[in-house]
């Protein structure tokens, strides 16, 4: 009988305090480029939907043999799981000296442009960077906080509502046109998707000039 109650205590607990879960397929890129295949243990939040915020950080993944082991941001090069008809994808990158994180990739291309999330809990917002080290015992979700935008040569920049004007001209200056357009306010925030669209065009364009 105390086995019995200890079973259901565990079992509110991990409800309440650890939150839901559901396995999913999915598979990573080692860094020397290997596929493992598999399926990992996704964090939902209080809504049933995916706690992308959550995945940033690590992830705990169950390959085809039955082993289970947690992997962190630098450890490999990216990972992706499906769900339903959608494939999401997340890379690993180097925000500062040995510091990674994982991204979720939005869009591919020369100029590749990563969401990344802040958590969100009842009573006010927590940065995610807080919670690299940390557990938070109650439901969260996630929202976006900001875009992380790479170029094919390396170049990086963090596309935030209230720099955008300051950062991004600067950042397009290989293509005038759109530099100027951001400039003129032409182009806000709210355009990244198109802008990140715009300029992959264009750079194919000079690569085949």
């Known amino acids: 009988m105390e086995k019995f109650f200890i079973f259901i205590f565990a079992t509110l607990f991990s409800y309440t305090v650890l939150g839901n879960f559901k396995n999913t397929e999915a598979w990573y890129i080692t860094n020397n480029s290997d596929t493992v295949r598999g399926t990992m243990i996704i964090p939902l939040d209080e809504n049933e939907e995916i706690n992308f915020a959550k995945l940033q950080w690590r992830i705990s993944f169950i390959d085809t043999t039955g082993k289970y082991y947690r992997i962190h941001p630098g450890e490999i090069k990216s990972f992706t799981v499906v769900n339903g008809f959608e494939k999401i994808k997340y890379n690993s990158i180097e925000i500062a000296d040995n510091s990674y994180v994982f991204a979720r990739l939005a ?10 999330y802040k958590e969100v809990l009842e009573g006010g917002w927590i940065e995610g960077s807080y919670l690299k080290n940390s557990f938070l015992g109650y439901p969260t979700s996630a929202k976006l906080d900001y875009f992380i935008l790479i170029k094919g040569n390396g ?49 194919v364009g000079e690569m085949n000039d």
């Open 107 to 116: 869009i591919d291309g020369y100029l590749k442009l990563y969401i990344f």
């Open 155 to 203: 170049d990086k920049i963090n596309a935030q509502w209230d720099t955008f004007y300051k950062k991004m001209p600067s950042f397009f200056s290989d293509y005038p046109q759109l530099s100027k357009k951001i400039k003129a306010r032409d182009y806000k925030f709210t355009d990244i998707y198109r802008i990140v669209r715009y300029y992959n065009k264009w750079h």
